[in-house]
């Protein structure tokens, strides 16, 4: 039986890189191989055309309610009994129509419900609600 000396039962304390040094080399290759499919593109000859003017946004509508309920839209006050009527036929007019709503913070909920209620009955998917940062 041999024995065995404090030295040869000490823990190693030296750093085995082979693990690394094969993980490098296969992102090494991996990057080899990838470089050139990235750097290549077909070469087109693009046609020439005149100058166009570019698409205009339309301006979002603006439908505020105030502290007492009252509804207007782009600051011109409507009757509750008009508002969707009135937004059917800006939408037929612009299918492509954006709502922005803006209602004071003291509005009972209940008001906000019924304009985004009618917003909705009026085919208005774009609707969206207007606050201020603190």
Known sequence: MAL??????????????????????VLLIVFIVTAPLLMQAVKVDLPKTAAVDPLKQAQPVQISIDVQGTVYIDQRPIHFDMLESELKKMHAATPDMNVQLHADENVKYGRVAQVMAAINRAGISKLGFVTTAQ
């Not at 065995?4 to 080399?25: C, G, K, R």
Request: hydrophobic share 40%.
């Open 4 to 25: 065995h000396t404090s030295s040869e039962q000490s823990a190693m304390s030296d750093i085995n890189v082979t693990p690394l040094v094969d993980v490098m080399l």
